[in-house]
């Protein structure tokens, strides 16, 4: 076989594990396999590498991706998917890996019901895909952010502040979640519950009366105020329709020290959360996300998507990768409260 291999949307660590798993288990076999270059851009454009072993040697441990990834929309390009069937029948590929989020997965169940032959892999930081419980690249960013809100306890302590950290994640407050309960956080906003700025104030000034002059509130880039909409950093959108959320790691740090007269700072982590190498954990996820995409296209069942439940790997419709966004588990939610103030 030849088997075609991309990885589109924004980059998470541990995309080259799931390169090189599909790889060294193809090439085990006598099969062929071809990485394509910037996501879909790179079908369109036949743009596209070898991938012997040689090309994936050393990669595990390499955060990003070794294809190079971009948000290119075939279905917001001139016969964008005409020309992805047509390279795809000159270059004799028989298969696709598509490694993605929604838009990238998106795209490749749109191609499947056209007649391509497509496996998906989950990824993401966000961890918002629905039907699998963990995309790898999120485990690496939790720990990143755990790590700078560590660090910025110390400093916060020493000089009696409010640290108001913003972290990505889009319209899913998973990493503030997580990455909230594992550092300790003070108070923490997520897209999923509207902000109450006057109880997240009233929580830091009692903890201050508790004797605790300094807090550490993490806040989800998507999270909003009643009836108000979300922070933008401009109003363009991408080929998929989406705005760049950000800004609201500012709003409530103004609106904190107004309110409460402590003195507060604002971190803005943006993509250091997306950037180094991944953890152990999203390396092996990764790895068993690869090998069993290769069983899927063994097995000729395409349209489907790898997905992790519980301890097991098994496969789902593409379609419910992205029905719809997977938000946060309120009893998680409730379970952070608990440390608040
Ligand atoms: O989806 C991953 C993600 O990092 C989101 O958390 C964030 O909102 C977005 O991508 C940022 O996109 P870009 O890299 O295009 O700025």
Known sequence: MNIGILTGGGDCPGLNSVIRAVVRKAIQENHKVIGFRYGWKGILEKDFINLDLFSISGILPKGGTILGTSRTNPYKKENGPDIIKNNCKELAIDAIVAIGGEDTLGVAQKLYQEGL??????????????????????????????????????????????????????????????????????????????????????????????????SIIVVAEGAIFKDKDIYVQDKGLDEFGHVRLGGIGNIISKIIEEKTGFETRVTVLGHIQRGGSPTAFDRVLGTRFGVKAFELIKEKKFGRMVALKGIEIIDVPLKDATEKLKTVDLKLYEIAKIFFG
Request: proline share 3%; hydrophobic share 45%.
């Open 117 to 214: 032959n497509i496996v998906g892999v989950p990824k993401t930081i966000d961890n918002d895909l629905s039907a699998t419980d963990f995309t790898f690249g999120f485990d690496t960013a939790v720990n990143i952010v755990m790590e700078c809100i560590d660090r910025l306890h110390t400093t916060a302590e020493s000089h009696n502040r409010i640290m108001v950290v913003e972290v990505m994640g889009r319209h899913a407050g998973w990493i503030a979640t997580y990455a909230g309960i594992a550092g300790g956080a003070d108070y923490i906003l997520i897209p999923e519950i509207p902000i109450d700025i006057e109880e997240v104030c009233l929580s830091i000034q009692q903890r201050h009366k508790m004797g605790k002059k300094f």
